[in-house]
């Protein structure tokens, strides 16, 4: 079974531009959730998703949005690029929603903001 | 303020030998604990996932334990591998419709030969 995908793994941009990334559950997973990675904060939730639904949010401004697709696949949008904004962004799949349920990660895409 | 606290921040043990990170958590209400080895430019991989009625959970060389009373949480890795360096990031996350997460900053671990 294959793996989380996530497209492109490696981006450069400029403040001010905007940005798009993609993210394949693992077949069947219907839940997706992203995730910021940076040395200065660390791991930071951005927002979960379930069957085209947002069900969760972190504290991030309005800069960084996202969606879910009928196929579960998801995409998550950051307007207005900042420097604070390079990171790793982690996307990761679930079955359910249950506390039970193993997330699973995908490689990252490493954002780099010039 | 929901917080979790690993410790140590870095660690360096010699092949073969036993280590235990800590973590320690704020998170309320409780849903469950979740351990993750990172490699290096990678995403993480689960290792434990604890609800508040388990207190041991094993896998493999990886032994982690939950005392919900004192709200903290160990990783036990027993005769480490070269192939245990990584990042072990402790992953509290609360109860109800809202599973969400608050994330340790992670013990980098370095195992020697």
């Known amino acids: 079974k294959a793996g989380v995908t996530q497209t492109p793994r490696y981006l450069i941009k400029t403040r001010g531009q905007q940005v798009t990334l993609s993210c394949s559950p693992i077949?069947?997973?219907?839940?997706v959730s992203w995730y910021q990675q940076t040395p200065g904060q660390g791991l930071q939730f951005l927002f979960e998703y379930f069957s085209e639904t947002q069900r969760n949010k972190g504290n991030f401004p309005g800069r960084f949005s996202g969606r879910q697709f009928s196929n579960s696949r998801s995409e998550m949008n950051v307007s207005t690029l900042e420097l604070g904004d390079s990171a790793l962004y982690l996307c990761?799949?679930?079955?359910?929603?249950?506390?039970?349920?193993?997330?699973?990660f995908g490689p990252g895409t490493r954002l780099t903001v010039l | 303020k929901n917080q979790v606290e690993q410790s140590p921040q870095s660690l360096i043990i010699l092949e073969g030998k036993n280590c235990t990170l800590q973590?320690?958590?704020?998170?309320?209400?409780?849903?469950?604990l979740r351990w993750y080895k990172q490699d290096t430019g990678r995403g993480p991989v689960s290792l434990t996932i604890m609800t508040f009625s388990e207190n041991t959970k094993s896998n493999g060389r990886y032994t982690a334990t939950l005392d919900a009373d004192t709200k903290q949480s160990s990783l036990h890795i027993t005769a480490s591998q070269l192939s245990d360096s990584a990042s072990y990031i402790c992953?509290?996350?609360?109860?109800?419709?809202?599973?969400?997460?608050?994330f340790g900053r992670g013990t980098s671990l370095i195992v020697h030969p």
């Open positions: 992953v509290v996350s609360t109860l109800g419709g809202s599973y969400i997460p608050t």
């Open positions: 973590c320690n958590y704020t998170v309320s209400p409780f849903s469950n």
């Open positions: 990761a799949s679930s079955f359910g929603r249950r506390p039970y349920n193993e997330q699973f």
């Open positions: 077949s069947g997973h219907r839940s």
